[in-house]
């Protein structure tokens, strides 16, 4: 259906006024569609008078497309078709639509002349052929999602090649440009300019940097020039901060009406040369003078990473070195021609204490956003700087008001440190130029804590005036009273490590004694013991149950420890992937001794779990770690590193420089040392370099030494899992093999109406039990069902 692949999707939209008071006038729910729609693509007119979405019916899909572009009114909330024609369908492989003004926007649809798909022919075209006669050293990291031959080359072509359409709010239509795969679509501020960015032919079967080419239009739709055509880029080194010769980040500065900027690599894109500079920032006016060099902005020593504008006054550049964790902001004036930058900070991107913050960002007139300007005394030199604030004792996010010229920073806000987590989510004082008078200040911030879920709030300034304007319940009361603490204990080398402990309702050590327990966790790469042993969570967030996580195992009377730091440290010139399964059992051995040290955790039933390289985490533990760990849960996982040869995760290294190193991480080396249970889970179209292929060679090599497993492929699902059908499965397959291999009293709760928690009524605890037991049958039921759909679905096609 032209669509991507896989999407969520929502099933209403309902719109407020904001008053001046802050709080929320009548909801206004917007109408028109069905009631089965499926909405898609939100977005806001500049002027905030009118919002786009697009609205499919699954039941409608064909050999077209059934997605259609739909307008509303903010103010009544009617909507309506955009397009007048059934004849134009859209195409959102790539950019959809994109607001070129407040009463016009820039579509993707299918060409008109486009016939039907290419057909796979019966007979191959020929033996597929690559070659390197020309000695290019090509070094790319594995991944699933490449063209393999000619027919895919055609289908990619037929499928993302887009017809632009710029269509007026009255439906009037006029074509821009000609078809092309179109990856970006980016009107200039003063809504004179198109910026189109496409990629075309030579493809590669061995790498996604497909030739890139940057266009100029006016919205008129005439073609005014070409500002990049970049080739193929296959040779990109594997070292961390590699980037694309030519010009890159190719954007529109926010402040200014058609004022283009980009960045140039001075080190042939490779981060193994040493040079001065490293990169040069640019900027040209859309329609340059003839002759006229794009004059130089910034001149850096590191990489470039990221750039805040602020109307000319000033602008905040940020660069960075991977391999010394080095972060600088500079501010630069990039209206002056004689300006000096001054450097504001300088700091390891890992030092979560120092951090500043980032400045918060206003929305202009022409719908972008630049740093917001605070006045106060009618002085114009400061912005906010807003922080996740972490501290020893836990994240307590803060607003600084922060002067530039000075650097003299004045904390004007901080979150409750006791109860609440609050974060500042954007600013909602409305300014032409986006100026705002301390004293006037609105945000929008949010506020949860542990057992309450995030509401919104409208904070007005002086008196920091609170309005609460969303009131959600809580989403599963029966586990509300949950207990929730961030503890710290330390490894043997003396790095200090965090994790977040979850207890179930009304359970006491001294009362009712060890639970089984299950840890779940992702390792992380520092250079630095201080930091990685600084703590990066609030013990204040609200819980919340997903199907990333096994939090459901608290009703199954389990204690988890949650997201225990693992970091793998490589200090100065080490690599900490040389010490990797050293770091791994000791970060793993000092969690289990803490929660048993608590009495939370029965020294026998303690089992392991992560998700991707968290999976990779577990079946080293499992073969490493034997006596730590009672069974294990490794869900997309890559076992054998020596099938990513150019580097995985934070490696930078290939296989043949770190040989060594490659050998003794792969668990698939180690399959035979594995004698714990262990379920694998995959999803059978996981494009990453963790294809299922690596859960079914490890399955295999434990299969072959008679070890105990069990193996999952969920069909259709990638690297994260969509599917109501497969996301049931894995709360059945998870519980099954916990119940089986960690349970001290498998099949039971231990004291159900503690476990539910007093509040809930008899009814309730009734319910929930059926819900974790009796439920868990008849998704057994189901997923047979399922399963003999999808064979008569592939029996079908």
């Known amino acids: 259906s032209n669509t991507r692949s896989r999407m969520s999707f929502y099933t209403e939209i309902k719109i407020h006024l904001l008053m001046d008071d802050g709080t929320l006038g009548p909801e206004k729910v917007v109408n028109g569609y069905n009631g089965n729609a499926k909405i898609n693509f939100v977005g806001w007119s500049p002027d ?73 022919p019966l007979v191959p075209f020929g033996p597929r052929i690559r070659s390197n006669e020309q000695r290019n050293i090509i070094q790319m990291r594995s991944t699933k999602e490449m063209l393999k031959d000619l027919h895919e080359e055609e289908s990619f072509d037929f499928y993302a090649t887009s017809q632009l359409v710029l269509v007026t709010l009255d439906g009037t239509v006029k074509m821009i440009a000609p078809p092309a795969i179109y990856i970006s679509l980016d009107p200039s501020p003063d809504e004179k300019y198109l910026m189109l960015t496409s990629v075309h032919r030579p493809y590669s079967f061995s790498y996604k ?32 901060n590699s980037v694309r010769k030519g010009k890159r980040l190719v954007r529109w500065r926010p402040d200014m009406p058609s004022t283009l900027y980009w960045v140039e690599t001075q080190d042939g894109g ?26 130089v902005l910034l001149k850096l020593d590191l990489r470039y990473r990221k750039s805040y504008w602020c109307y000319g006054s000033f602008t905040l550049v940020y660069e960075y070195w991977y391999k010394t964790r080095i972060t600088r902001t500079w501010a630069i004036s990039p209206d002056l021609k004689d300006h000096k930058p001054r450097l504001l900070f300088e700091r390891s991107s890992e030092d979560a204490y120092s951090n500043p913050g980032s ?27 807003k922080g996740s604030g972490a501290t020893p004792k836990g994240s307590s996010p803060f607003l600084d008001l922060f002067n530039v010229n000075t650097g003299e920073k004045e904390r004007i806000w901080e979150s409750d440190k006791e109860k609440y987590y609050e974060s500042i989510l954007a600013v909602i004082s409305y300014h032409p130029k986006c100026e705002v008078q301390l004293d006037q200040l609105k945000l929008l911030v949010s506020k949860e804590s542990r057992r309450e879920i995030t509401q919104y709030y409208v904070k007005i300034w002086p008196n920091e005036k609170q309005v609460q304007i969303t009131n959600y319940p809580h989403p599963y009361p029966q586990l509300a009273l949950l207990q929730k603490e961030i503890i710290r204990y330390q490894r043997e080398d003396g790095v200090k490590l965090t994790a977040t402990l979850y207890l179930p309702p009304g359970y006491s050590p001294s009362e009712d004694g060890p639970l089984p327990c299950l840890i779940w966790s992702y390792p992380g790469e520092f250079k630095s013991k201080e930091a990685a042993g600084q703590v990066r969570r609030s013990p204040n967030k609200f819980t919340r149950i997903g199907n990333n996580f096994p939090l459901l195992c608290l009703a199954r009377g389990f204690a988890i420890l949650a997201d225990p730091t693992i970091p793998i440290i490589g200090e100065g010139n080490q690599e900490g992937n040389d010490r990797y399964i050293e770091q791994l059992v000791a970060s793993a051995e000092a969690a289990v001794n803490e929660v048993v040290r608590r009495g939370v955790a029965h020294h026998d039933k303690i089992a392991v779990g992560g998700h991707s390289y968290g999976a990779f985490m577990t079946a080293n533990l499992l073969a490493h770690a034997l006596h730590l760990f009672c069974c294990g849960i490794a869900r997309s996982g890559a076992y054998n590193r020596t099938l990513t040869p150019f580097g995985f995760q934070k490696e930078t290294r290939t296989l043949w420089e770190a040989t060594d190193t490659y050998i003794k991480m792969s668990t698939f080396m180690s399959a035979n040392k594995i004698k714990k249970p262990v379920l694998l889970i995959h999803g059978e179209d996981d494009s990453k370099v963790t294809s299922a292929m690596q859960s079914r060679q490890l399955y295999d090599a434990l299969k072959g030494h008679g070890m105990p497993c069990h193996l999952v492929i969920l069909p259709f699902e990638q690297h994260q899992y969509a599917a109501r059908e497969s996301i049931m499965h894995i709360i059945w397959e998870t519980d099954r093999w916990l119940q089986k291999y960690c349970a001290t009293n498998p099949g039971n709760i231990k004291d159900l109406e503690t476990i539910v928690g007093a509040s809930q009524s008899p009814t309730d605890a009734v319910l929930y039990h059926e819900a974790l037991t009796l439920n868990f049958t008849k998704i057994s039921s189901l997923i047979k069902l399922v399963r003999l759909t999808f064979a008569q679905i592939v029996f079908r096609k």
């Open 270 to 295: 490779d981060a193994n040369v040493e040079v001065s500079p490293r990169d040069i920032v640019y900027m040209e006016h859309a329609e340059p003078l003839d002759g006229e060099k794009p004059p």
């Open 48 to 120: 905030g008078h009118h919002v786009a979405f697009t609205v499919r019916y699954e039941d409608e899909v064909d050999s077209g497309s059934n997605l259609a572009l739909w307008i509303a009114d903010a103010e009544s909330g009617k909507a309506r078709p955009l397009f007048k024609s059934a004849d134009i369908m859209l195409n959102a492989v790539f950019e959809l639509y994109v607001w070129v003004n407040n009463s016009s926007l820039l579509v993707c649809t299918i060409p008109s002349s486009r016939g039907g798909p290419p057909m796979k």
């Open 359 to 385: 400045p918060v960002m206003c929305r202009t007139l022409a719908g972008t956003l630049v740093i917001a300007r605070i006045k106060r005394n009618c002085e114009g030199s400061y912005i906010l700087l």
């Open 209 to 240: 940097r497909f030739p890139k080419k940057v266009e100029l239009w006016t919205v008129e739709g005439k073609f005014v020039r070409e500002v990049c055509d970049l080739p193929l880029a296959e040779d990109i080194p594997v070292a961390a």
